[in-house]
């Protein structure tokens, strides 16, 4: 194989690089571990039978969580570069691909820090004598409206129905300013700065949540609560329709997969790095803590669900920032006078830390972007960062308005629901089946290699309608026994087509499938593995090609499926009963990401128009070879080299 890639020469910037390992481990953690770690995993544990839910939830792991996370590691490592210059070295149509990640990244963060503010509002609050909170009765209903009507200021139905807008949280608006000025400061020192604050802020919320475990645990009722977290293991529940799509779900979702985030970061390591020892320590890691976590929160839930006097069931209810903003701090009312407010000063200060740190790395996902661009490669980081963040600041005002609650709620249902998930969809697609396509064609022939090809697109297309057609009528998963059987047979047919369709008739069937089955994904794997076996270091195994190329395009596309279908089924949820132009305002956020992807698709000239065009003088080209180019020669078949091999500017290898 041979890998044509791109160096900077002497007279580029020389390509930013971490402290030490541990600092990008540290980074990485903090940026996957988020607030959804403390109140979403706990919650659809116990929504989902208990510990029983770890058994979907940790096969997800392996099947979509590492696999995906190593594929924006790997390209950022292998390409130097961000999420969009590294996805257009895949092919120039792909950068759409990167760009609508970046960007993604970027109206996540707008709201984001909203929620990361008002931990700020509560931690502050938290040394007041009684807790603001408290109000006259000191339960659930004075805890909510402290939340809706004296921080975020929530309009009435009336207003928000009208989409009238009159007033700005005081609150929040000081939270938003303090969080965007630490956004600022961890990133305006480059990769050195940032490595120096998450040896802070990712130790710390662990440190600070084993503090709160080790005092929840001595509560009444933890016991109880902790049970309904996890104590329960009732098989049975593994045949509920949507415990898989969730638990898939939230291993994507917690990863920072998708965002553009870990494609920066691993733009930052050299071909030293053990890249894939380092992408198991982050997954393991992300997922222990929302294990941990859960311990905490649910251990204050039973002593909740004590000291009012109220069933588990009904204190575990709440989900999400209601859990966190209500439900928590209403439990920690009950404590001693000054407990009470050290406890809640520890809480939000976790959430402060967890929020902050994947704040600064949404942030930096779309900075680095920025920086690949030749329109700023001569641009300094310092404006670079403050321009990114006081824009950034102007548009976060809009979530501290009184709408702003309902909006952020609404864009963050279909950011996670539909964008992110078909960024990740969009990504694995291009390492598997776009990555490597000159080499299928030249391999076995155009019209096989486009057989095979999209044979399997149809194959997937036709068990997602299946299983869409067959999601009421047939109870718990059975679907699934029809759907998959029937996409599985299809594909058997379109490949044994594919197979008559080879440009060379002597081929067998078994070198014709080694030609076909991964090609692309083992160019970036056989990369990565070169390496590895350089330094000795872990090397990527031969299934992650399988799970990348033919499980995970059908798991992610399921997703999008499942939800489309929930959504439009669902006329009883939040997103539903929000006026239609909330509603519009979420769908147009995800429409908008899509459509960057499309233009940039179609006209990849305008990309160029957009980021300037590159300076060659610049660059250098390098040739990383393969210790099996010879075997592979010697063999007849093809030459292994990445699809896009630019001589001038403009011009690549076409797909289909």
């Known amino acids: 194989m041979a890998l044509e890639k791109e160096k900077e020469s002497a007279k580029a910037k020389p390509r930013a690089r971490w402290t030490s390992r541990a600092a990008f481990l540290l980074a990485s953690i903090g940026s996957a571990v988020g607030l959804g770690n403390v109140w979403r995993f706990p919650w659809l544990s116990y929504k989902f039978g208990g510990g029983v839910f770890l058994i979907p939830y940790l096969l ?40 609508m990640s970046v960007l993604g990244s970027f109206v996540i963060v707008t709201y984001y820090v909203s929620i990361v503010s008002w931990s700020l509002v509560y931690f502050v609050g938290s040394f007041e004598d009684p807790l603001p909170w408290k109000g006259k009765e000191g339960g659930f209903e004075d805890s909510r409206k402290f939340l809706f009507e004296e921080v ?40 050195k700065g940032v490595s120096r604050v998450v040896a802070i802020t990712v130790p710390l919320p ?55 985030v870990m ?15 380092d992408t198991t320590v982050i997954a393991l890691t992300n997922s222990a803590v929302s294990i941990f976590a859960g311990f905490v929160v649910y251990a204050i839930i039973g002593n909740v669900a004590h000291e009012f006097n109220l069933p588990v069931e009904e204190a575990a209810e709440s989900n999400g920032p209601s859990l966190a903003f209500i439900t928590y701090p209403t439990g920690m009312l009950s404590f001693d006078d000054g407990v009470s407010n050290l406890m809640s000063a520890i809480f939000f200060l976790t959430l402060f830390t967890l929020g902050i740190d994947s704040a600064f790395s949404l942030v930096e996902a779309f900075t680095t972007a920025l920086r690949d661009m030749p329109r700023f490669k001569k ?24 709408v702003g609650f309902s909006l952020l709620d609404a864009v963050d249902r279909m950011i996670l629901s539909y964008g992110l998930l078909t960024m990740g969809l969009l990504k694995v697609v291009s390492v598997s089946w776009v990555f490597g396509w000159e080499d299928t064609v030249a391999r076995v022939g155009l019209k096989s290699a486009a057989v095979f090809t999209y044979g399997y697109g149809a194959a997937v297309s036709l068990a997602l309608a299946l299983s869409a057609a067959l999601w009421d009528p047939i109870s718990d998963t059975l679907y699934l026994a029809v759907s998959i059987p029937a996409g599985f047979i299809l ?48 090397k990527l195994p031969c299934v992650w090609d399988f799970f990348i190329k033919y499980l995970n395009p059908p798991i992610l596309s399921g997703l999008i499926v499942n939800g489309i279908f929930n959504d439009a089924t669902d006329y009883e949820g ?12 979420g769908i147009m956020s995800v429409v908008g990401l899509l459509l960057v992807f499309i233009v940039i698709a179609i006209y990849p000239s305008w990309w160029t128009i957009l980021a300037g065009r590159e300076d060659h ?21 093809h030459q292994l080299k990445a699809p896009l091999t630019k001589t001038q500017e403009g011009s690549s290898t076409e797909l289909p």
């Open 60 to 99: 997800a792991l392996v099947l979509l969580g590492l696999p995906m996370l190593m594929v924006e590691l790997g390209v950022g490592r292998t390409f130097q570069k961000g999420d969009v210059e590294a996805f257009g070295k895949i092919h120039r149509r792909l950068r759409g691909v990167g760009f």
């Open 152 to 191: 975020l200021h929530e309009a009435s139905e009336e207003n928000l129905d009208a989409g009238k807008s009159s007033i700005i949280s005081g609150y929040v608006f000081a939270g938003l300013v303090a969080t965007w000025i630490s956004i600022y400061f961890s990133l305006v020192f480059g990769v």
């Open 617 to 637: 003088s610049t660059v250098e080209s390098v040739i990383v070879g393969d210790h099996n180019t010879n075997e592979h020669i010697a063999n007849g078949s």
């Open 491 to 538: 594909f058997l047919v379109t490949t044994s087509w594919a197979f008559l369709q080879r440009s060379d008739r002597q081929m067998s069937f078994s070198t014709w499938v080694s030609q076909v089955a991964f090609a692309g994904t083992e160019i970036l794997r056989n990369t990565i593995n070169e390496k590895a076996r350089q330094y000795g270091n872990w």
């Open 574 to 585: 939040g997103f539903y009963n929000y006026p239609g132009w909330v509603q519009a305002v």
């Open 206 to 260: 662990i440190l600070l949540l084993a503090v709160l475990l080790v005092y929840n645990s001595t509560l009444e009722g933890a016991d109880d609560g902790i049970e309904a977290y996890i104590g329960k293991w009732d098989m049975g529940d593994l045949g509920q329709k949507s415990i898989w799509p969730f638990a898939a779900g939230q291993i994507f979702f917690s990863n920072s997969i998708g965002t553009g």
């Open 379 to 402: 641009t300094s980081n310092v404006h670079i960062i403050s321009y990114t963040c006081f824009i950034g600041f102007l548009i976060s005002i809009l979530f501290a308005s009184d």
């Open 263 to 277: 494609t920066a970061f691993g733009s930052f390591t050299g071909e030293e790095s053990n890249i894939v020892m």
